[in-house]
Structure formats: C-alpha cells, structure tokens
C-alpha cells in the first residue's frame, strides 16, 4: 500500500512509519518537520492547512493519523483547531481522493474521567467528561473520526496507553529532568497500578490495526503492554535508566490535584506556553488506577507485544549510555 502517516517526526510516528516500510510499504510522512525516516517520503505541511492536507494524501491507499498538539495546559481553541478541525480536513481529504482505510490514533484518556480504571474495557470517547482540553479534543476527534466509517471507507481508533521509550521527550525526558532537579514527587506512594505502552508495542500495534481494518472498521481499541506496575517502580525505572536517582519523596495525591488545578488558571492568566510543573490531569493520572482489558485487543487485531517493560527499561538504559 501507499500509506500516509500524519505527525511522523514524533517518536511514535516515526516509529509507526519505519514499522510500516519495514513491511514493504510505500511510506509519505506529513508533519511540520523532515521526520528522519530511512525510506519514507516527506512532505512538509501543516493538519491545520487543508490545501497541504489534501496534497499530502493525493494517492494514497491507507492514512494512519497521529498528528495531535499534545500538553497539559493551552488554549482551548489551540485544541480544537489541530485535534478536530485538522482531523475533519484529513477524513474530509482522504475519502475524495478514494483512500480507503484509515487508523486514527487516540488515546484512552477520551474516556476517563478522573476516576480509577481497574480492567478496563474501551468504552466510548466522552467529550463532556474527558478531563483537559487535550482529552476533550482528542475525544471528539475520535467520535468524528470512527463515525465517517463505511464498508468503503474503513476507519477504526487505536489509543495506546502511556507510549514511551528512547527518544520520548514528553515522558522520558521530563521524568528525568524532573528527578535530577529533585523536583519530582511521587503522589500517595507511588502505589497506583498503571498500564503503559512500549514504543515498538505501539507500532506494531498500529500497523496491525492496518492490517486487520475489516475486523476492526468502526470500533475503539485501547493498547498497552499489558503489564500493570505500581507508578513508583515504573518511575523508578526512568530514572535508573537515565542516570539520576528516582524520587524517595512523596505528597497527597489531593493536594497534588488541587494545586494543579490552580496552577493551570495561573498559566492561562499568564499566558505562559511552557508546561507547568503540575496539573490536575498529570496529577490525576499520577495518583490512580489506570490498567486495561486487552483480550478485545489482541483477538481482534491478532497482535501481541514483542518488548517487555523490563527489556524496555534496558534498551533505555542503552540508549542514554550512547
């Protein structure tokens, strides 16, 4: 297939895209930025430019779409302007110029409301609940995206779980940094049980998605590795890897929750672009119970992880002695 991936300069994308060239693929990445990807073709644009959007997919027999602003604080209509309205402009782009399958990357956040997920099935995106504006826009994104689905064009969501691994500057690197500058608390212990995703699990997940798009054309699909840890080792195993010493410090969970909350009205009073220490979604997910029912998962995209949490850890640790 002709396949392109929106958003490749990332570590997911990029992942996503040398997956799918590995499989033999004819690979297009569009992104703001040259995504570095060995056999795979860049053009440079904007999800918020539906002239370039429409360019880019020209051709194209498949879309996986992982373009998305990602941060814990922002204008709403930032949000909404790259997560739904550049979503609309790809779908809208994609089925007139006769693409036929699209994965459309989510994230489970779309339906959690602040509460602990304990074997949790996908239940359905949920703007009015999603906790953040990046929640709030990626739900309706999905909702957007998997009712566009037809027998002729194939739409089905994959949200991985907490994706990380060498090069992830949005967990890793700020984990690190964070523990270095002994800025960085565990909440309530550190004793909440949380699924995440390692980033090879991640893609071969997509790809499979892709794969598997007439079983899977309509539905949601949460993916992780399946392997649930207390935050605290998971933290723990960050750090290690990268060299600095984990955190041994601890705050309620409550007043976490709290002063993010505050500290989010602060930055959007202020202006300030750059991500707050806290926010009442990063302290909400790092105080409860957030794991996953994979059985759906794996049965219907007939995929399994390759790369335990443990191995994951090591090929951290590798890539920060380099």
């Given at each position: 297939m002709t396949v392109l991936v929106t958003g490749a300069s990332g570590m997911l994308g990029g992942a996503v895209a040398r997956h799918l060239v590995g499989e033999g693929h004819e690979v297009r990445c569009f992104q703001r930025r040259p995504s570095g990807v060995a056999g795979a073709q860049d053009v440079l644009g904007s999800i918020e430019d539906r002239d370039a959007v429409t360019a880019a997919v020209r051709g194209c027999t498949a879309v996986v779409h992982l373009v998305a602003k990602v941060s814990f604080t922002g204008a709403s209509a930032d949000f909404d302007r790259v997560n739904i309205e550049g979503t609309g402009f790809l779908l809208d782009a994609a089925r007139d110029a006769g693409t036929t399958d699209v994965v459309h990357v989510s994230s489970p956040s779309v339906a959690h409301a602040g509460t602990s997920l304990v074997g949790a099935a996908a239940c359905p995106a949920d703007p009015g609940r999603a906790r953040g504006d990046?929640?709030?826009?990626?739900?309706?994104?999905?909702?957007?995206?998997?009712?566009?689905?037809?027998?002729?064009?194939?739409?089905?969501?994959?949200?991985?779980?907490?994706?990380?691994?060498?090069?992830?500057?949005?967990?890793?690197?700020?984990?690190?940094?964070?523990?270095?500058?002994?800025?960085?608390?565990?909440?309530?212990?550190?004793?909440a049980l949380i699924d995440t995703t390692y980033v090879d699990n991640a893609a071969s997940a997509i790809a499979a998605c892709?794969?598997?798009?007439?079983?899977?054309?309509?539905?949601?699909?949460v993916v992780t590795n399946g392997e649930p840890r207390p935050i605290a080792?998971?933290?723990?195993?960050?750090?290690?890897?990268?060299?600095?010493?984990p955190p041994s410090w601890s705050v309620p969970g409550a007043l976490a929750r709290g002063a993010g909350a505050a500290i989010e009205r602060a930055w959007l009073a202020l202006g300030r672009t750059e991500e707050p220490p806290m926010t009442r979604f990063l302290a909400e997910q790092l105080s409860t119970a957030h794991w996953f029912d994979q059985r759906r998962t794996r049965t219907v995209l007939q995929w399994e992880p390759t790369v335990g949490i443990d191995e994951g850890f090591e090929r951290l640790a590798r890539h920060y002695r380099r």
């Open positions: 990046y929640a709030r826009s990626k739900a309706a994104a999905e909702l957007l995206a998997l009712a566009r689905s037809t027998p002729a064009f194939r739409v089905a969501a994959v949200r991985p779980h907490i994706v990380w691994g060498p090069g992830d500057t949005q967990l890793v690197e700020r984990v690190i940094d964070r523990a270095r500058r002994g800025r960085l608390p565990l909440l309530d212990g550190g004793v892709l794969r598997r798009i007439d079983a899977a054309q309509g539905q949601a699909f080792e998971l933290i723990a195993g960050i750090c290690r890897a990268g060299g600095v010493a």
